[in-house]
């Protein structure tokens, strides 16, 4: 099935999450949305990158029926999957912008927040990191991402209390690039800005204004941080957590 779908037209490459019933991330969404990436980072004729969703979410994030069913080694390949398909927007040396219009919770929010371009559609959904809600740590490239894309304030807000924000909140506490009734719209006309100058040039930038992020990336203690990760994710306290979230979604 699939759980990616992509479409291009006028060099611009929609990848569009379309996984029941709400874009929830597992294993073959992560392969497929890592996969779309790096053929679009190839393709000459793509310039830029739509990230996009259908249904009433934008991504609810990880798939916790999915994390809690895993062992030791299933845990290790899950993160491991997970790295790469939020960092390949992350890296990804071509523009790329994220329409959000339905809700992004927890990880769906650190994929939204992987764009270099975020609008949100006002609406009645919900904007938050509910991880440590779960009691799951974040993993070192996604809090990185997260980081790189909100001040301080918002970041201190959403990781400790795992409030869920309406789109107007998060706006004013500095989340998203535009507060708009259309989204995708907002997202395309950016594009469409960015990719009218040299791709090249382009590239540059990005690295520049991401370099901090990818400095604090590259001298992580990630074995060591991993570890504590996944001895955090199979304790009782993290089990028990997770089930009163999968009840609340069913």
């Not at 809600?133 to 809090?143: D, T």
């Amino acid at each position: 099935m699939d759980l990616i779908r992509v479409d291009v037209n006028h060099g611009i490459a929609d990848l569009i999450l379309q996984r029941p019933k709400v874009n929830a991330m597992n294993l073959e969404l992560f392969d497929q949305f890592t996969s779309a990436f790096q053929r679009a980072a190839r393709d000459p004729a793509i310039q830029g990158v739509l990230l996009r969703s259908e249904g009433r979410c934008f991504s609810a994030g990880l798939d916790l029926n999915e994390v809690l069913g895993l062992g030791s080694d299933g845990i290790t390949a899950f993160l491991d999957a997970l790295d790469k398909a939020i960092g390949a927007g992350f890296y990804c040396n071509k523009p790329v912008a994220a329409a959000v219009a339905g809700h992004a919770l927890a990880g769906g929010l650190v994929l939204a927040l992987s764009a270099d371009f975020v609008a949100l559609q006002q609406g009645s959904y919900s904007l938050g990191l509910t991880e440590l809600q779960v009691g799951v740590p974040f993993p070192r490239l996604a809090f990185e991402i997260v980081r790189d894309a909100i001040g301080p304030r918002a970041l201190r807000r959403l990781v400790y209390t795992a409030d869920r924000l309406t789109p107007q909140e998060a706006f004013e506490l500095g989340i998203g690039d535009v507060l708009t009734d259309e989204a995708e719209t907002a997202a395309r006309h950016w594009l469409q800005k960015v990719t009218a100058n040299p791709s090249a040039t382009f590239a540059i930038a990005k690295r520049q204004i991401r370099q901090d992020a990818y400095h604090r990336i590259e001298t992580a203690h990630h074995a060591k941080e991993r570890a504590e990760l996944i001895e955090t994710i199979f304790s009782d306290e993290v089990a028990q957590a997770a089930m009163k979230i999968l009840m609340k979604r069913s």
